[in-house]
T-cell receptor, first 115, second 114 residues
Framework: GAGVSQSPSNKVTEKGKDVELRCDPI?????LYWYRQSLGQGLEFLIY????????KSGLPSDRFSAERTGGSVSTLTIQRTQQEDSAVYLC?????????????FGPGTRLLVL | AQTVTQSQPEMSVQEAETVTLSCTYD???????LFWYKQPPSRQMILVIR??????QNATENRFSVNFQKAAKSFSLKISDSQLGDAAMYFC???????????FGTGTRLTIIP
């Protein structure tokens, strides 16, 4: 079946503009995660959605970052008033359910460049 | 908080040889999961192998195996008969119970020499 998809693949924006990044999880997966991968760094957790529960936003770096998940499927990560330090690859992952034993499957990411 | 350390930023190996990538972690939990992910230039993270901490037997997936030393908090990945397609960034990751996020190391870039 289809894997996790993300769009756009690449995004170049000017400092101060808002951007929206989209994630389509694997069909039937109830859990969805966003991570950020800065140059030369490992992945940094941003936010987690599970079903209709309130999301875990503990990893969001500032109030310029927000995310929503509509209908328990597609998710959008929004960055307002982008800064150059927001430049990174943003990766989305989904898993069948929540729980430590569940494997997370990743999408190809969106590379964001803020000029 | 849990931390994951990969002390080898880069490694190289001759094609068909064996290479071991190191990973150590710090946690106060007794039950958790450990993962190795591969990230080729396409950027997509691909699960290579996973290990449940409560299992003493080391996980194996074809040419990939781990050496899990729970007391030492060490989780190394061994790649046997290295192939050109193994060239990628390899990330070690930790996931504890009651915490949905993966905690990643900074990665090891593996180069395969033909």
């Amino acid at each position: 079946g289809a894997g996790v998809s993300q769009s756009p693949s690449n995004k170049v924006t000017e400092k101060g503009k808002d951007v929206e990044l989209r994630c389509d999880p694997i069909s039937g997966h109830t859990a969805l995660y966003w991570y950020r991968q800065s140059l030369g760094q490992g992945l940094e957790f941003l936010i987690y959605f599970q079903g209709n529960s309130a999301p875990d936003k503990s990893g969001l770096p500032s109030d310029r970052f927000s995310a929503e998940r509509t209908g328990g499927s597609v998710s959008t990560l929004t960055i307002q008033r982008t800064q150059q330090e927001d430049s990174a690859v943003y990766l989305c992952a989904s898993s069948l359910a929540s729980g430590a034993q569940e494997t997370q499957y990743f999408g190809p990411g969106t590379r964001l460049l803020v000029l | 908080a849990q931390t994951v350390t990969q002390s080898q930023p880069e490694m190289s190996v001759q094609e068909a040889e064996t290479v071991t990538l190191s990973c150590t972690y710090d946690t106060s939990e007794s039950d958790y999961y450990l993962f190795w992910y591969k990230q080729p230039p396409s950027r997509q993270m691909i699960l290579v192998i996973r290990q449940e901490a409560y299992k003493q037997q080391n996980a194996t997936e074809n040419r990939f195996s781990v050496n899990f030393q729970k007391a030492a908090k060490s989780f190394s990945l061994k790649i046997s008969d290295s192939q050109l397609g193994d060239a990628a960034m390899y990330f070690c990751a930790y996931k504890g119970f009651g915490n949905e996020k993966l905690t990643f190391g900074t990665g090891t870039r593996l180069t395969i020499i033909p």
